[in-house]
Structure formats: structure tokens, C-alpha cells
């Protein structure tokens, strides 16, 4: 069985970035936490974020934190283990 090269993608390809990337198995409604990295002064600081997953599209994650459901830029956030 061959496997795809993320090069081999391209805008009509039925294939999305998830598929080439080591994305872990996520069920709704699991807590899923997340990571977001920022150069502050010249030092990196993180924020992290726990929630319930709803779901995910190729631009953001959707959870349900503190029982307000959320939208995250995935460019911005990474899935924090």
C-alpha cells in the first residue's frame, strides 16, 4: 500500500493537511487540551486551554469550554498532550 506525499496535494486533491500529519484519534466531547506559544519581550510564553472537542475544520478547532462553545484559529493553537 503506498502512502500520499503532502507535495502530491493540491487544491482539487480530495485530501487535507490532516491526513499527512499525526493527528491523534479525538472523539466528541473528550477533553482535549491546547497549546498557544507567544514571543513576549523577547521570551516565549504559552497559554494553555482544556475543553470538551467538538469538532475541527481545516482553519479551527471547536470546543466547548466552561460550558461556552469556542472557536480556535488552529494556525495559532496545537494540540497539547
Known sequence: MS???TEDA??????TR????AVPYLRHDQFI??????????????????GHYL???ERYWYLRVRGANTRLDRTEWAIFS
Do not use: C, K, M, Q
Not at 10 to 15: G, N, R, T
Not at 18 to 21: I, L, Y
Not at 40 to 50: A, K, M, P, Q, S
Open 10 to 15: 493540491h487544491p482539487s486533491s480530495p485530501f
Open 18 to 21: 490532516d491526513d499527512f500529519a
Open 55 to 57: 469538532r475541527r475544520d
Open 33 to 50: 487540551s491546547l497549546i498557544h506559544w507567544t514571543l513576549v519581550d523577547g521570551e516565549w510564553r504559552y497559554t494553555t486551554i482544556l
Open 3 to 5: 502512502t500520499a506525499n
